[in-house]
């Protein structure tokens, strides 16, 4: 476990810096209050990516799904979803959420993974994030739930 500190201006470096883990672990947990920078973070992943898309949140589509080409030039996907208008467990999963968690994509990035917790594999790498000021934010990385 490891914890980043960064400035908001500087949120590519902090992307460039944990990505490695990132791309081991493809379905990522992002945890953290309202305005603690998750959405702020997924897009710098994917200007990180050089997505063809514009990122955006998913907080009403619950699914955003956007592609790149990786170094060997193969077109990739990424899933974003924004769990947090989800009640529960069986919402999530009526809503397609486990089907998402098993197709195929480069990288699969949840906000509000508490929302259907038991849906996500052991292997899931968990990203909490807090504001420490107007501009600056930390991300403790663990590669397992912390509790």
Same mark, same amino acid.
Request: hydrophobic share 40%; charged share 25%.
């Given at each position: 476990?490891?914890? $980043?500190? =960064?400035? !908001?201006? /500087?949120? @590519?470096?902090?992307?460039?810096?944990?990505?490695?883990?990132?791309? $081991?672990?493809?379905? %990522?947990?992002?945890?953290?209050?309202?305005?603690?920078?998750?959405?702020?973070? %997924?897009?710098?992943?994917?200007?990180?990516?050089?997505?063809?898309?514009?990122?955006?949140?998913?907080? +009403?589509? &619950?699914? #955003?799904?956007?592609? +790149? #080409?990786?170094?060997?030039? #193969?077109? @990739?996907?990424? =899933?974003?979803?924004?769990? =947090?208008? !989800?009640? /529960?467990?069986?919402?999530?999963? #009526?809503?397609?959420?486990?089907?998402? !968690?098993?197709?195929?994509?480069? &990288?699969?990035?949840?906000?509000?993974?508490?929302?259907?917790?038991?849906?996500?594999?052991?292997?899931?790498?968990?990203? =909490?994030?807090?504001?420490?000021?107007?501009?600056?934010?930390?991300?403790?990385?663990?590669?397992?739930?912390? %509790?």
């Amino acid at each position: 476990m490891k914890t $980043v500190e =960064y400035a !908001l201006e /500087d949120i @590519q470096k902090t992307v460039a810096e944990i990505w490695p883990l990132m791309e $081991v672990h493809k379905i %990522v947990a992002l945890h953290g209050d309202l305005g603690a920078g998750k959405t702020t973070f %997924v897009s710098a992943v994917c200007r990180y990516l050089q997505v063809a898309e514009t990122p955006g949140s998913p907080t +009403f589509s &619950l699914i #955003n799904q956007y592609t +790149f #080409n990786d170094k060997a030039g #193969n077109t @990739q996907m990424v =899933y974003h979803a924004d769990w =947090y208008r !989800l009640h /529960d467990e069986e919402e999530a999963r #009526n809503a397609g959420m486990e089907d998402m !968690l098993q197709s195929d994509y480069a &990288l699969c990035i949840i906000e509000w993974p508490e929302k259907a917790a038991s849906l996500l594999p052991s292997d899931t790498l968990h990203l =909490y994030f807090r504001a420490t000021g107007d501009a600056s934010r930390e991300i403790t990385v663990a590669e397992h739930k912390i %509790v």
